[in-house]
């Protein structure tokens, strides 16, 4: 069984990515990359997690057998002999983002990056990151540019024809609200009868959103009013100061804002492709053989509990998976 062992990173995240963050208007965004030789900080898991003011903690494992078994029966060749190449993004905490004073792809922090190299430490290869825009990796994987994509990519059927997945993640949007709300529970339609919601233009969270209202509607129900800030900082002030009195967001950005500010809190959770589910994944050109390993690998770092310890130190818990699977089911086609 591979042993986790954790290696803490001196680097600041920024107050700009925090506020970047706080107001949850973001889409759903991915790629990231990190570390891979840094000297050791530190051996003790910050208190409160990855802050901005704390150590950031790298998670690494040992090579799995059985995947390194899996890996050379399968056939597949790196693009890079001894070296996996890793496409990643460096957008916002805790998914990827480069932290303040860095600049090199080695250096990008983020649950995607770490998943990446974990991934590629228990294929007993050296980890290679790349960071590349999000519209860039689909042919990048396809062409043989990247062995593999860790950057909050979504399952969906269209992309299954395409490339394989191994699971690591479910999907999630979060309702957040002010750290002293009165709210404590946004599940249904019901639920945000008459509530002020904070909501990106164009995502699938407001899909969901104009769905419950036309319940709500229907139903004879007061909506919810949907408001759109372009300005991140404009929508923070809005939910701090009980002009708004909730934001709906991708989960991953604004769990770690909460953790991050201690300003808001979790009260409800829908899936990311509501109302199906979804997973994210690592991601591979389809039939080259690398997957099946790569699930092995990850199914290990659950067992072992490398994978639950990396995203309680970004917050992620809620988005946790008992098992990985290969080409699970995805969203369907449009």
């Known amino acids: 069984m591979a042993l986790s062992k954790k290696q803490g990173i001196a680097i600041g995240v920024g107050v700009v990515a925090v506020a970047a963050i706080v107001g949850g208007v973001f889409a759903a965004v991915n790629l990231n990359s990190a570390p891979a030789e840094a000297a050791p900080a530190s051996t003790e898991k910050p208190a409160e997690g990855n802050t901005t003011t704390d150590e950031i903690t790298w998670f ?7 995947a390194v078994e899996a890996l050379e029966a399968s056939g597949f060749e790196p693009i890079e002999a001894g070296k996996l190449t890793v496409a990643i993004g460096a957008f916002v905490p805790p998914l990827s983002y480069q932290p303040d004073g860095t600049s090199a792809a080695t250096d990008v922090a983020g649950t995607e990056p770490n998943i990446g190299s974990l991934i590629a430490e228990g294929l007993g290869l050296e980890y290679k990151p790349q960071v590349v825009a999000w519209s860039d990796w689909p042919l990048g994987i396809q062409s043989g540019k990247y062995d593999l994509i860790t950057s909050n990519v979504t399952v969906t059927e269209e992309r299954k024809e395409l490339y394989d997945f191994a699971s ?49 509607e229907a139903a004879g129900e007061a909506p919810a009013e949907l408001q759109y800030y372009d300005d991140t900082a404009a929508a923070t002030l809005a939910l701090q100061s009980g002009r708004s009195d909730a934001n709906f967001g991708p989960n991953a950005t604004s769990a770690w804002a909460a953790l991050e500010t201690g300003d808001t809190k979790l009260v409800g959770i829908v899936p990311g492709g509501w109302p199906e589910t979804a997973s994210i994944a690592a991601g591979t050109a389809k039939g080259n053989g690398l997957i099946e390993a790569v699930s092995i690998v990850i199914n290990s770092l659950i067992e072992d509990g490398t994978y639950g310890d990396l995203l309680e130190e970004w917050g992620l818990e809620s988005e946790s998976v008992t098992e990985s699977l290969v080409n699970p089911a995805g969203l369907p086609k449009p």
């Open 60 to 66: 690494h494992t040992d090579p799995v057998p059985e």
């Open 168 to 216: 690591y993640r479910e999907d999630l949007l979060g309702f957040y609200v002010k750290a002293d709300s009165d709210i404590d529970s946004i599940t249904e339609a019901a639920d945000i009868s008459g509530l002020k919601i904070i909501v990106g233009s164009g995502t699938n969270q407001e899909q969901v959103l104009l769905r419950w209202n036309e319940e709500l």
